[in-house]
């Protein structure tokens, strides 16, 4: 019989490719995911997985480079954030379809944090990527979402690993993945040769935030690499502080220097990452 589970995912930029992997684990264990939770990444993931297409989405970011991340990126040129997202979310659409969250066949919410009043918003009606685009709204890096009334930024300056959604799910279990851990499964390196030149001027900015993951001097960190830094380390103390509070059933937890909150081009290693961490938390619970 299949177990019914409550999936939580986590936010942490590109480390949530490794929510693909946990997915992947659940499915190939035929567990029975009837609800989605989350933020930020995991609100992608989790809405991608919901609409039926992580398979396409899947072999889409396996093939791109830092140069295809670059060429999504459409600056703001405002002073609210450096990208609109329009060009992430549309090439999206065209992979998913813009669908609404009442027609989705399980339960979705994705999480984002009003910014002017400081409160969590559960974002489970209305257009899909609406909702994704909301949750997505990193400071600094995306223009925050105003949606009736609110300015909508980032979940995860909130609620990281968003259980509360889920507690009156009628399922046996709840899975969170915790993208913020201070545990470490290390990825295994997966050689990945570049396609492209990076020579543009945006291509410039874009290797200005860093993707390589070396520590520097703190005299030598550019103004997004602290903000960047600061936000992870934020993330990991609040999602420790709510796991305590609401401890899932199940925890799969992914070390926050796994790779940087950009790093997208590693999506072979953080999706491996992710499979080979669920199905050894899976089998810590006897549940395979």
């Known amino acids: 019989m299949n177990k019914k589970i409550s999936l939580i995912l986590g936010s942490g930029g590109a480390r949530g490719l490794a929510h693909i992997g946990v997915i992947n684990a659940l499915d190939e264990h035929n567990f029975e995911i009837c609800s989605i939770s989350g933020c930020s990444i995991g609100a992608l993931i989790g809405g991608i997985y919901a609409a039926g297409k992580l398979p396409e989405f899947e072999k889409w970011i396996l093939t791109i480079d830092k140069y295809d991340i670059v060429s999504l990126l459409d600056l703001a040129w405002g002073n609210n954030g450096l990208v609109k997202g329009d060009k992430i979310i549309n090439t999206l659409k065209t992979m998913v379809d813009d669908l609404t969250i009442e027609e989705l066949p399980i339960a979705y919410t994705a999480v984002a944090a009003d910014i002017l009043n400081g409160k969590e918003v559960w974002l489970n009606s209305g257009p ?129 220097t796994a790779c940087g909150t950009l790093e997208f081009d590693k999506a072979a290693e953080m999706i491996a990452l992710g499979y080979k961490t669920c199905i050894k938390a899976l089998k810590d619970n006897y549940l395979i």
């Open 128 to 256: 899909l990527f609406d909702a994704i685009r909301a949750s997505i709204s990193l400071p600094l890096f995306f223009t925050p979402v105003e949606r009736n009334g609110k300015v909508l930024i980032d979940g995860g300056v909130l609620n990281p690993v968003p259980i509360a959604p889920t507690f009156n799910d009628d399922t046996d279990l709840k899975l969170a993945v915790n993208l913020g851990s201070e545990l470490a499964m290390p990825p295994e390196p997966i050689e990945k040769p570049l396609s492209h030149s990076e020579s543009s001027a945006i291509s410039r900015f874009i290797a200005s935030l860093k993707f390589d993951k070396e520590e520097k001097e703190v005299n030598k960190l550019g103004a997004y690499e602290v903000a960047d830094k600061a936000f992870d380390a934020m993330q990991s103390h609040l999602a420790a502080a709510k796991l305590a509070a609401y401890p899932p059933d199940v925890l799969v937890e992914i070390s926050r």
